[in-house]
């Protein structure tokens, strides 16, 4: 029988009814039917904010946070601690209530477009949205999808069968959540049989920051395209794949991700849904043990990143854990890299240096990872880029976490380098994180015009293509060169200089032990942990700031000579104020002071002005794979300077190579990259090899626009770097 949709209304009759003390409801019916209750299920949309972060606030908005650009100054009423955000609607109170003073924004100008781009801004009420950002398990309130993403992951059997008996696809299962969600993967291209050598494979995740949704959306495109390309046999990647397996692990955070996708009041939350002492959630990338509890971490549940109460205690650390090593799944399998996609800033960030302790090497310390040198050969520079912006092409920024954007304590890329010492069996292996798409979407993906988003996800898409073409040489160690990475730079402790200026270089772990800088001496182990391929050595001159332009490196009989850019004079002199002839008003330099505190030596800004800072002319005729190596203290964070080097004079100078003059680094990272949230001090090993074998190159550090609290900067051992050749 038909139901018969009734309205009824109830009253209290007095029927002596002892449950309702005394009193009993009546019931009357009307079959007429009420209009249905209006839903909005997007309840207002996303919107662009002005937000007030005054800077001793800004680490509450880590990884950006929703924030995109700080405005300038004379678009915000002359205040320059404003940042453009952009928000759903629905999160506006709750910034209000924790005290920050939010205006909502003009749109934007809009996103530099691309050719045929659709529209070229963020939408705030992003509809229509078909098998795109699908939700893991259940039903999106922003999206409509034939298969969710576990289910697309179940029917990898179904979907990829076996050609000529013989399997390239299959479903990885490893464990569950704490709402009972299952932890599912894909992986494609040479699957173990029984009598085979273990395959080495290359490890996808993303999704670990429930709200980050373009992780894991590009991590289906990649699986498909990968698994799609091998079936049919197009794109090459069944001769990529012969001897090399993929894993993509979309979503690490399955019951936070499906959390943000049952309400926009929910889809700013970030981390996974199980309770803690007062609240809920702990952040997945705070939670391995390896930094477990070092700066850039919370120990309050109810912070964003709470850290949980010990490592490794989440199902989300277990199992990415479980994943990477193999450790009781199913085959032989090896992992030789693994690449963790969040959002967003355009930043490749590579693991820390750590201490011999497990320290994380932050501003105390400043150390360079022994490994560093190796992953921007994979990963690339802003000059060998692998990532690039496509509103208007400027390449990702790359380089350490702490340096590029602030200390991760108990994240997951630290704990694959270096290891877990509760679980020594585990494999150590290189790693990174991408942060994609720096919009003015923020966080929402799903705002992004879709042309822009697809190319983002091609990019991405590509990368994993070719770190896959890298496996097998990261398996045999032939990728590996035996010497890597000469630079100079020195320690830091609260800002003052703990030590003074050395030589480092990376050798390969299996090669001899002595290694002899030959005009410094014998070089010692320095004091940072050991990477995965190399190990780090440093030596000083005995005149503590005067090093040779030629030094050879010699480790097991073989010989290689790093070089430093020559002034002319025979000599290096970090010393001599005479490297930079050129210091507009405003620069000082601070020169050697027996018995101080080894902070001598270097230059410094202090004042509200414009000024430049220019070296003279330094050849490196001799040199190839040159980097420029500085360290920079910035007491003022909003402090704008941009670093050039040029061999005509600075004329015309631009992003681009080849133009004789090339701008290699802006302060802040500029609207294309997140800006950098401190104010620390970092040193920067900057890919300049597009300027090998010039006879005559100037360094400049200029300082631009002032801010309200002056430009002050301070900069230390400024030098040009490479192999001889």
Sequence with gaps: MKARWMRCAWSLGILGAAAFGGSSLVQGCSTERPAEPRTDPLAGGWVHVHVQVPPERGNEFEEGGGLVRRVDPSEAAGRDDVWLGFFPRVELPKLRARGFVVTEAPTPKGLATLANTDGGACDPRPSNITDRFCPYTGTSFATTCKRTISKELEDIAADFPPIGGVRFAETVRFGETHEKRPFLAARVGKLWKAGDPAVPQLVLYAGQHAREWAGPETMMRVFRHLAQSFQANTNGIRTLLAKVAVVIFPVANPDGYDFTHASIGNRMWRGNRKPCDGGIGTDPNRNFETTFGQPGSNPSCGDEQFRGPSASSEAETKALLTLLANDGLAGSYRTRFALNVHTYGNLVLFPDGLSKNLDICTTDSNCTAPDHGIMQDLMGTELQEKMADDENGRSYLSGQTMRHLYPIGGDSIAASMYGSPSRPGDPTFLSSLVEVTNTECGFAAESIPTTQ??????????????????IPGLDSGSINPDLHLPHL???????????????????????????????????????VRDGVTYRMWRARPTDPYVFPPDIPVCVGGKCSSAVLGDPGTGKIDLCSKNRFPSADPGWSFTPDQPGGPQAECFWTHAGTGAASLTSGNWSIANMVRSKLVFSVRRPDSKAKMRV??????????????????????????????????????????????????????????????????????????PVLIGWKG
């Design 644 to 717: 050039l080097l040029a061999t005509n004079g600075f004329a015309n100078c631009s992003f681009d190579p080849g133009t004789g003059c090339r701008i290699v680094r802006e302060y802040p990272f500029g609207e294309t990259n997140f800006p950098v949230a401190g104010s620390g001090y970092r040193t920067e090993i900057l890919d300049v090899s597009d300027f090998d074998h010039a006879p005559a190159i100037q360094l400049r550090f200029e300082l631009q626009s002032a801010s309200s609290s002056g430009n002050n900067m301070d900069i230390f051992d």
């Design 489 to 527: 730079h020195r320690r830091q402790v609260d800002g003052v200089a703990a030590e003074l200026p050395a030589v480092r270089v990376a050798v390969k772990r299996s090669l001899g032990n002595t290694v002899v800088l030959n005009g410094l001496g014998t070089a010692a182990v320095d004091d």
């Design 453 to 470: 988003f697809n190319s983002m996800a091609n990019q991405v898409r590509a990368l994993a293509v070719s770190l896959a073409g890298k």
